[in-house]
């Protein structure tokens, strides 16, 4: 039974009904606005200041000035123009003056008829608008004007309030302007005291709130700035609150799921593995470790998100997970994002394992069991084998592409699911790997893409956060500059030459390129209109293909030069990799492909081509490639934008920083969050409007605490029929999947 009350049917009026057909179809297609709420919550992106009353002779240029002055003159001048009607255009050109000096108002087009008829000799009447300068006279080219009349006490209340008011601005498109919003805004407003309020009394009184429909109020008609501020605070909370309401019923709910808790058995594989160990474990894996096992311990399922820099050892943790799972009788799946990298995780898991990855083989352990691989491009026979293994419960570990995923895919016994690379995985396929457990697994997401803490409580709230910040003892420092090919051409004759001192000493390097090369040219490119700082995006980027030409017949020629990008077979890939890895290949030239995972500690120095193309998180994740051995790491960026451009700017602060908590907030503030539920995933529209993940990380802490309250006193929100609508609002199906990534 719904018990939300009807006071809410106002909001849920179809714009349509309220405004009329034409502006509700454009507000709809253009702006995702189709009820009286979904308008209340279209905020204004910032306010204009009408401005104190400036003199007429003292304004400023290029600034927002109201004055109340008088009109002497209007003229109205007629030319020739091919684009009015009739070949005839018209201007308009008003003359006024306060005492002080005098100014010229100008109007074109359409906008002459109203003052043409209004603004005759005479008038008095304020004005607003921006000023320039036209033939060395300054003007207001359309200004906004409201004529004074009745007696003086009446207007002089006017000037006040008409040019102290703050006027809001609203975010709009070609087809619908901000004062046009603004209007439809002010129609709908009275609604605004229907609207049923989210936050629980006792919440909003806690914290000094307004109610909902006192903030709706503030935020689209403040007096103040203080309004505006109360508005923002209170608009901020809904926001960071239901979201985090959804997350902490999403945990609740996972939390009553049974699993089967799993711990290694004293004596077991784990213990075998870790005796085999070169090196000890870093106090970070040691305490992260400490954390997994706990939750595997459990009687619900884990889920956790391992954060960790490139290279901080975040394999070894999960493998370890795997193996303390396979002791206590069940099977582990890591699933990997690409085949490249299920390869290779394969590989460098048996290599960790040694004779303990052969189970049932000869030569191998007692304790040992069986590592399999499962790709989409095996053999049949190879396939059929691993299919065998996984169903008999022979193979304890398995790693994978999505292909693990299949119908044919059966488990003896799915403990524990690893998932590599987050992001790169959609919510079904997570969901579809998990129900092929007798009881959900146990899950382990890991990410090497740093996340600050505030976008790891919105996104990833679900799940719990490990983070490894420690680098294994071993690994190199990498040194990172920026090469403007454009500006200094020598630098980059310079770099190519860096990059055939490293091969002479016996190292690898890696070219990395945002294109292959062998594509039509890209559509998305073509009819995007360049601004001025765009002058470098006019050649399309740097491709793999032609780079790796240009290479071998150029800088270097005779080194051993191969390329890898997504689009070769899969086996061709694996051979590169191979051939890369066992050094039989002096320099790689990639698309992002080797962004996640490849390890090759030989490789010394990465040259990024075009460094401008790429995010300042991805930038982060191609670096940490190289100086994964006891040498040094060198990293290049390329690019011909120039010095002064916002593309220099992000690549400096790459090369500025190593540390991938501090870039990821770098390249968050520069992209702003968009929707935090990921747009592209859920397709709806925004869900936050006024809160930023950057600016308002203590709101979304507060908040996260008070969601987790309120649902473990009140886990179906019965209680709470206006914290239930509103999570309805922001949950749509789609978005409810995204968030339900466990």
Known sequence: MDLVPALEEPLKQPLKSVLGPATAKVMAEHLGLHTVGDLLHHYPRRYEERGQLTQLAELPMDEHVTVVAQVADARLHTFASSKAPRGKGQRLEVTITDGSGRLQLVFFGHGVHKPHKELLPGTRALFAGKVSVFNRRLQLAHPAYELLRGDTDEAAETVDSWAGALIPMYPATAKLESWKIAK??????????????????????????????????????????????????????????????????????????????????????????????????????QKVSKEIFDDLAAEHPMHRLLQGEVGSGKTMVALRAMLAVVDAGGQAAMLAPTEVLAQQHHRSITEMMGELAEGGMLGGADKATKVVLLTGSMGTAARRQALLDLVTGEAGLVIGTHALIEDKVQFHDLGLVVVDEQHRFGVEQRDALRGKGKQPPHLLVMTATPIPRTVAMTVFGDLETSVLDQLPAGRSPIASHVVPAADKPHFLARAWERVREEVGNGHQAYVVCPRIGDEEDDPKKAGKKKSPEDEAEKRPPLAVVEVAEQLTRGPLQGLRVEILHGRMHPDDKDAVMRRFAAGETDVLVATTVIEVGVNVPNATVMVIMDADRFGVSQLHQLRGRVGRGSAAGLCLLVSEMPETSPARQRLNSVAATLDGFELSRIDLEQRREGDVLGQAQSGARTSLRMLTVIDDEETIAEAREEAAAVVAADPDLENLPGLRTALDALLDEEREQYLDKG
């Open 184 to 285: 439809s805004v002010q129609t709908v407003l009275p609604s605004a005291q229907d609207a049923v309020d989210p936050l629980p009394p006792s919440l909003r009184e806690g914290r000094g709130l307004a109610t909902l429909p006192e903030a709706l109020l503030k935020i689209h008609r403040p007096h103040t700035k203080a309004d505006i501020e109360d508005a923002r605070t209170r608009l901020k909370w809904d926001e960071a609150f239901v979201l985090q309401v959804a997350l902490a019923r999403r945990r609740h709910a996972d939390a009553q799921l049974p699993a089967i808790p799993r711990r290694p058995s004293p004596d077991g594989l784990l213990t075998a593995f870790d005796a085999k160990l070169p090196f000890t474990l870093t106090q970070g894996q």
